[in-house]
């Protein structure tokens, strides 16, 4: 993108408008940036978040599952270790029931893990981490979240064993702990058997998690801001970088520029000082001695002087044709006087006249609309033009076409001569090819005009455009002595 | 000269030298009688229209009106004030716009004073006079008057009609007659080959010649 503006223009880079370009450039560079890491960002973390969330539950749902079978594997024990007495007791058997209450008394494990017995009423028969419960009924106990544990548990053991969830106080801390337990029935005795554990250490562990995930989620967004961050430095590095470059090439080509502008000065003032020199001074020189020997013979009575001052008055003459020529040469006064139509009509006559190519020329019916500058600039174009038609084109016929539509003026150059390749005319390396096709560009882009050039070994077509408001028709212009 | 009236002449040129130069010449014709010199082109229509002069020697290169569009207003105001152009251009451009403009005769100024003297005679008989290098140029390209760009005058007239005034408003504008501009309209139309006036708003138009009128000055 930074090196399509190609050949023509770098006269346009000292402009704002390139600054103007850098600047879009950088920020064509950015905001997708910015805007892609920030949508990534968001979609990351959020990304993250579900996830996290999913594993999270089914890691709770692991750690449960875990507990729930280590409380089925307990209540199987405890109910091998009281299946000897159960199984031979009768309904009543007194003896027996308090033997299993005895072993189930002495039967823990863990610091937490105990068994509790409840008759179907609520009357607690086995608590060894609570001995104050038993020989009381807690049928109407309900926990800190108003969940009736009691009920729930004898509940479930009727329905034949299952598990309930609820709050209770944790031995080894004293403190309310979320518990999960598991209740079979002794059904011969309408007992409920029970153990249960604490859940909250699986809640604690989830909770850590849950902090090593957003951690974790934090720390990829600041990761993710200064891969940004390093990129838009970067960016910016490499703009200021290719900004300096670029500058640094049309500085040279500016200086080379200059350096190519004084020399054809040099060469057309030398070529304007050569011509004064050769042949105006020459002729009047031997203007002056022609005089001088008429005096000389005007003072001899010699009746030759007629002849010598006629001579004299012959070599005025030429000079006279020789100083019209030169000052033509330099600059036509018809565009000035009579506009850019009939000067690029003189033009494309004595081209003609010249070389006997075909000539037809088109121009527009007004004069004089346009400022001095851009009519000098237009000529010179046609000027150009021509002379590279001649030297290279080898042409039959040529065709100039001036014309304003819609205000827009346009002056197009054609000929069917074999064309050149545009590239190489005007390449940026070889700063002697094409000074001619570059000069015509920089000459119609100070105006914001445009200049093509279309080559084929058919021929070439160059045409110029200026702007529509160079179009002036005040007085100043169209009675411009 | 049969008669004893004196041909009047009016030099324009704003070089001085050149003036005297040829008022010296022309002084040596006892039948030619410079009236009077102006240095510019407006300058020799305002001494024209007190001296009368029966021909007007004009040069075209002069500040403030050059001497193409003097000719052209003379041809519109004093149409019996005849101007012959002595000029240092042998533009072929030149000397058609000269001829479409109105003048008599074209001279180079690089030619004898007896010349210039015979192009007064032959012009202010009635004919047209161009020196031998002139003439030789316009029979090397035929290019009928008749067609060809607008004149300034003309393409002023465009301009205005452009924007909407009416003749009586553009011939008080211009200081002109109602039938001069008229006369310009006419040729508008037939250099332009276009019959109606709105017409002649497209073409102006289409082509660029649009912009406030206001700034416009009368010659």
Known sequence: MLSTPAVFNFEKKQSSNIMNLRQKILLLATVPLILAVSAITLLVSYQAQTLSKEEITSFRRNMLDAKKSELLNYLRLAQTSIRHIYE????????????????????????????????????????????????????????????????????????????????????????????????????????????????????????????????????????????????????????????????????????????????????ERGRVARELHDSISQILVSVKFAQELSLTKLLNKDPTVQSSLEKSNDALHIAIKEVRRISRDLRPRSLDDLGLSPALKSLAEEFAERNGMKLTINTVAFNNLLPKEVKTTLYRVAQEALTNIERHAQAKHVKIKLSAPKGVVTLSITDDGNGFKTNYATTRTNPLTGIGLRNMQERIEHHNGELKILSSNRGTTIRAKMPKKLLQTNSETSLSA | MEENLKIRVLIADDHPLVMDGIQSCLDLYPHIEVVGQAKTGKEALEIAR???????????????????????????????????????????????????????????????????????????????????????????????????????????????????????????????SVRTVETHRRNIKRKLNISSTAGLTKYAIENGLVKSAKQMKPY
């Open chain 2, 50 to 176: 007190n001296l009368a002069p029966d021909i007007v020697l004009m040069d075209i290169n002069m500040p403030e009106l050059n001497g193409l569009d003097a000719t052209e207003i003379f041809q519109e105001n004093n149409k019996e004030i005849k101007v012959l152009i002595l000029s240092m251009h042998d533009n072929r451009e030149y000397i058609s716009s000269a001829l479409r403009n109105g003048a008599r005769g074209y001279i180079l100024k690089d030619v004898s004073s007896k010349e210039i003297v015979t192009a007064i005679e032959a012009v202010y008989r009635g004919g047209t006079y161009f020196s031998s290098g002139i003439s030789e140029i316009l029979m090397a390209h035929e290019d009928d008057t008749t067609s060809g760009p607008l004149t300034t005058r003309e393409q002023t007239i465009l301009l205005l009609l452009t924007e909407g005034n009416s003749n009586k408003h553009i011939a008080r504008h211009l200081d002109i």
């Open chain 1, 88 to 267: 031979t007791a009768g309904t009543n058997d007194a003896f027996a029931k308090s033997q299993v209450r005895n072993i189930l008394n002495a039967l823990t494990y863990g610091t937490d893990g105990y068994f509790f017995v409840y008759d179907y009423n609520g009357l607690n028969l086995v608590h060894p981490k609570q001995p104050r419960r038993v020989g009381n009924n807690w049928w109407h106990l309900t926990d800190s979240k108003g969940d009736k544990v009691i009920q729930n548990l004898i509940l479930k053991a009727q329905q034949g064993g299952g598990y309930h969830n609820y709050y209770w106080e944790k031995p080894s801390t004293g403190k309310i702990a979320e518990k999960i337990s598991y209740a079979i029935p002794l059904a011969k005795w309408k007992w409920m058997l029970g153990t249960g554990l604490y859940i909250d250490n699986v809640n604690q562990q989830v909770k850590a998690i849950e902090n090593e995930v957003s951690d974790r989620i934090s720390q990829t967004t600041v990761i993710i801001l200064i891969i940004t961050l390093v990129s838009l430095i970067l960016v910016f590095i490499t703009g200021i970088l290719i900004n300096l470059h670029e500058r640094r090439l049309a500085d040279e080509k500016l200086k080379q520029l200059t350096q190519r502008i004084v020399e054809t000065q040099e060469e």
